[in-house]
């Protein structure tokens, strides 16, 4: 069956540091892999979204940036956090035209 | 732009009435629809899924889709106090499997 993994589950961060965050996906080959941020009372905001090694598509300019070196791994990253960055950041997969299959998120608070 | 609606709530409902929960989305050409469940401080969880007009059932859950009316619906029948969550709706406007989120109705199942 298929899993989604990512971690880490919490991160306090200072403003201005670097972030990573990483989700891998096993069970599956060549799933579409999406990143999403929900800000506290706010609904789900596609972030990236990506259908293949190398292949991302972003949704919202920021200054946030995801990779996908390899074919179930999807890496959200950012040089320097923002305030703004703040929120629970959500991983996704589907194989197909289904619903999404979302990991367990990391809550990220910039301070 | 591409939306899906829902109403905020919180809708309170008694245990083991029936809940009732409503979307609307925008583009007519919609082919997909799914219902979330997000309890507070958790990624959401796909708890139904509907291709076609008319109702889909899976237990105590019930899915109603009238494409002509652009109109998503789920209903909880026996609510069970551990039904109150945060329910999404969410559509897929075509087949390039992008989910458009509602930004989700809050139920909350008074004891």
């Known amino acids: 069956s298929q899993t989604i993994h990512q971690w880490p589950a919490t991160l306090v961060q200072p403003v201005g540091s670097p972030l990573s965050l990483e989700c891998t996906v096993e069970?599956?080959?060549?799933?579409?892999l999406y990143w999403y941020r929900q800000a506290a009372g706010r609904g789900l905001q596609l972030l990236f979204y990506s259908v293949g090694i190398g292949q991302i598509s972003s949704e919202v300019p920021q200054n946030l940036s995801a990779s996908r070196p390899q074919d179930r791994q999807f890496i959200l990253s950012s040089k320097k956090l923002l305030l703004s960055d703040s929120g629970f950041y959500l991983c996704?997969?589907?194989?197909?035209?289904?619903?999404?299959?979302f990991g367990s998120g990391t809550r990220l608070t910039v301070v | 732009q591409k939306e899906v609606e829902q109403n905020s709530g919180p809708l309170s409902v008694p245990e083991g009435a029936i809940a009732s929960l409503n979307c609307t989305y925008s583009d007519r050409g919609s082919q997909s629809f799914f219902w979330y469940r997000q309890y507070s401080g958790k990624s959401p969880e796909l708890i139904m899924s509907?291709?076609?007009?008319g109702d889909k059932e899976d237990g105590r859950f019930t899915a109603q889709l009238n494409k002509a009316s652009q109109y998503v619906s789920l209903l909880i029948r026996d609510s069970q106090p551990s039904d109150s969550a945060t329910y999404l709706c969410a559509v897929n406007p075509n087949r390039d499997d992008k989910i458009i989120f509602g930004k989700g109705t809050r139920l909350h199942i008074l004891p």
């Open positions: 509907i291709y076609s007009n």
């Open positions: 996704a997969w589907t194989g197909g035209p289904y619903g999404y299959t």
């Open positions: 069970g599956t080959s060549n799933p579409n």
